[in-house]
Nanobody
Framework: QVQLVESGGGLVQAGGSLRLSCAAS????????MAWYRQAPGKQRELVAV???????NYADSVKGRFTISRDNAKNTVYLQMNSLKPEDTAVYYC????????WGQGAQVSVSS
């Protein structure tokens, strides 16, 4: 049984920073790339950042230069450092390795005020 638990969300002013964490149970972490997604109210879930098993990273254009994804394989944890936050970053943030195969966690609410 795979479980993904996101944490670190909160309310922050525009220009501020937050760091999200996602702890993955089970054996998936070492086998898969990990990704962060987000879903804003009334919008579809979108891919934010991906990190491969080897550490290669890719970002959505909307967060490039502001967000950094990282992983700690020893801790089965993936992180998302979010700097220079904007109101449009407000969303529930989720991590996953493969949404087709694994269930979503509860997500972490990030709210950015202007």
């Amino acid at each position: 049984q795979v479980q993904l638990v996101e944490s670190g969300g909160g309310l922050v002013q525009a220009g501020g920073s937050l760091r999200l964490s996602c702890a993955a149970s089970g054996s998936i972490f070492s086998l898969y790339a990990m990704a962060w997604y987000r879903q804003a109210p009334g919008k579809q879930r979108e891919l934010v950042a991906v990190i491969t098993r080897g550490g290669n990273k890719n970002y959505a254009d909307s967060v490039k230069g502001r967000f950094t994804i990282s992983r700690d394989n020893a801790k089965n944890t993936v992180y998302l450092q979010m700097n220079s936050l904007k109101p449009e970053d407000t969303a529930v943030y989720y991590c996953n390795a493969d949404p087709v195969l694994f269930p979503w966690g509860q997500g972490a609410q990030v709210s950015v005020s202007s």
